[in-house]
């Protein structure tokens, strides 16, 4: 079985081994249960009194003894209910307080407002970055400026980005620098066509944010990330007006 599904429920190996100990004896005894799981006897009470508590095992007192019985297995499904339930709570409380009260500890301006990313795993979370956010908005659609080098290695680290993009039917204006370049679905595209070769950038613009994206030596990528509604403003008139000029 696949543990990492039971400790998305909270459920350590131990847990784990001692319910199914459990579902496999029957109403058994604490010393039963750790010689069949394999456990020592002081954790696996532990255990029993963790699992008893989330309602996965019950028990029935006899004399000084208590017999503890493993429920049925569709409890399991409940526990991944009620977690999801619990998550979505959260999320809505982080979007409707918790997350505005946060901003409003910001200052105006500061240096958190620049965030610097590199390497392959910094690119995959401004990726990331851009389609959250532009998901998350009324009207789904963000601007860019990229030129030819850097497309070959720009989803290196993140090869799906545009089928989930299309799967959260989020838009994408583009002006590619250079010939090339794919149109996919909610996308379109311009060109600007350039003679002789061009430096390698990609600049995203998804207010209030815009990212800017290029190539060190030896095609290491980094990235900047603005977050100011001014800078992207002035980006987005930039290409706005570019746009109906091509």
């Not at 908005?137 to 030819?148: G, I, L, M």
């Amino acid at each position: 079985m696949n543990q990492q599904i039971f400790e998305q429920l909270g459920l350590s190996e131990r847990d784990v081994s001692i319910y199914k100990a459990l579902l496999a004896l029957g109403p058994s005894a604490i010393r039963t249960v750790a010689e069949r799981a394999g456990v020592n006897r002081g954790t696996t009470y532990e255990c029993l009194k963790s699992l008893q508590q989330r309602g996965v095992v019950t028990y029935l007192p006899k004399g000084k003894r208590r017999y503890f019985s493993a429920r049925e297995p569709e409890v399991l499904l409940q526990l991944a209910q009620e977690r999801r339930q619990q998550l979505d709570q959260a999320i809505n409380q982080l979007k409707g307080s918790v997350i505005p009260e946060l901003h409003h500890l910001k200052p105006e301006f500061s240096v958190a407002n620049v965030e610097f990313y590199e390497g392959d795993a910094g690119i995959e979370q401004v990726l990331r970055d851009i389609l959250n956010r532009v998901g998350d908005q009324d009207e789904r659609v963000y601007s860019v400026f990229s030129s030819k080098p850097i497309r070959p290695l720009l989803y290196r680290p993140f090869p799906n980005f545009t089928a989930q993009r299309v799967a959260r039917k989020i838009r994408v204006r583009v002006i590619a620098i250079g010939d090339g370049g794919e149109s996919a679905e909610y996308s379109e595209r311009k060109w600007i066509r350039t003679e002789g070769s061009v430096d390698a950038a990609y600049i995203a613009i998804y207010p209030p944010r815009c990212a800017i994206i290029s190539l060190a030596s030896d095609n290491y990528p980094t990235a900047v990330v603005i977050d100011s509604r001014e800078v992207a403003a002035a980006q987005q008139i930039i290409f706005n007006t570019l746009w109906g000029l091509l």
